[in-house]
């Protein structure tokens, strides 16, 4: 900054504090009606989200509980370890048939009810896929063809039935993959007992780790459960009553930066626990988890953001910046005109210190963070001078063309 400059700034500040100096002493003046405005901001227009925290830990996705039936033969031994990777085909344990021809009986008659099973979802998947084609992509907030206009609720109505349809498919073709799994496995014990092998073999439905073996062969003889993992939480009953299954969640590991979003993939409609009147009834959620790496730790604590409402492309402001009279909303919009006017405003969904405001504004209006120093609708108000943010081009403008004097003495005037 030259000296011509700083001289120049100097002067202005100098003739701006001696005016106020005699304004503010001034007989019947309007600086007592004049705000005095420390912070203001601009609203912004950007995505908002509702939240409800909760916490959580990680569980495994998916385990198979292995049964064994004495009455298909005796009990040969494990081929696996507690804590072993296992694929989906991996031989956990042998038993010797008691009655092959009995056991083969039996091995055919799931394997129908398998087969049976996977035609029965797969008929589910084509019809599903076929209905979801019909209604569209539902993306668009109003679609328009030669006999029919779907309104913005029509159209959010059609993208929840898609997003409802592909979750169920998505969930489908999962138990298609553990069905057929499962056919494998039968399939394999047909075979062997054909080549009249004496050791029949069970394997894995799922790929994942052996969590648990029972030495004592009690059922469940052998527990596995998958490598991918969700999340398990607690409701109280007052959240139960907010939440449904397909809202969107973020998850944070407590130690380390793992963060991952997913979804609710069920929220239980019956307490964990037994009822009772004195005690407060609390509800079981998990959720899914996109990005598995962060989360593969069984056991793990977990922080859960259940996003109970969003809006995207909202209009925000500082939370404190709303305030309410008669049951109405306004806030305190400064002027370029040099006057703070109080706005009526619909207020929407608040979170992080944001809160949405539906109509009334538009982006890049600019607000009065503290209401309370308003001291009058529609009055003139003053911020603070920030010298060093003042640019030459800016001084420049002011005095370019004598822009400054009537205003200057209109002040002098009505002060």
Known sequence: ???????????????????????????????????????????????????????????PSEQQFVQHDPAKGSFNKFLVEEGEKVQAGTPLYSFTPEDSVELASQLEAEKTAVQGAIDSTETHIQSLTSYKSSIGSGTSSSVTSA??????????????????????????????????????????????????????????????????????????????????????GIL?????????????VKVEAKKGNGKSSGELADVADTPDRDPHVKKKSQYTYTATIENQKPFTLIGSHVDVQIITKEV???????????????????????????????????????????????????????????????????????????????????????FEGKKWIIPFFTGIKEG
């Open 147 to 232: 006999s029919t206009t779907l309104t913005d609720t029509e159209a959010a109505d059609e993208d929840m039935k898609a997003f409802e349809i592909e979750k169920e498919l998505y969930q489908l073709e999962s138990d298609k993959s553990r069905l057929e799994a499962q056919l494998s496995s039968i399939e394999t014990q047909l075979s062997s007992l054909q080549s009249s092998e004496t050791e029949i073999t069970v394997e894995s439905e799922i790929e994942g780790t052996v969590q648990e073996i029972r030495q004592d062969l009690k059922n469940p003889l052998i527990t596995v459960s998958s490598s991918s993992t969700s999340v398990e």
């Open 236 to 248: 109280s009953e007052n959240t139960r009553k907010s939440l449904k299954e397909g809202m969107k």
């Open 1 to 59: 900054m030259n000296k011509r400059l700083k001289t120049l700034i100097a002067a202005v500040l100098v003739l701006f504090i001696g005016l106020n100096m005699y304004l503010i002493y001034k007989e019947d003046n309007k600086v007592k009606r004049t705000s005095y405005v420390k912070t203001w901001n601009e609203a912004k227009k950007e995505n908002l989200a509702k939240t409800l925290p909760s916490k959580g830990v990680v569980i």
């Open 312 to 398: 995207n492309g909202a209009i925000t402001v500082p939370k404190g910046a709303i305030f309410k009279e008669k049951k109405k909303h306004y806030v305190y919009v400064l002027g370029r005109d040099g006057l703070v006017r109080k706005t009526k405003v619909d207020a929407g969904i608040s979170s992080g210190g944001k809160r949405e405001v539906k109509s009334g504004l538009k982006a890049g209006d600019v607000v009065v963070r503290d209401p309370e120093a308003v001291v009058e609708d529609k009055g003139l108000f003053f911020t603070p001078l920030q010298a060093g943010k003042v640019r030459k081009a800016d001084i420049k403008e002011i």
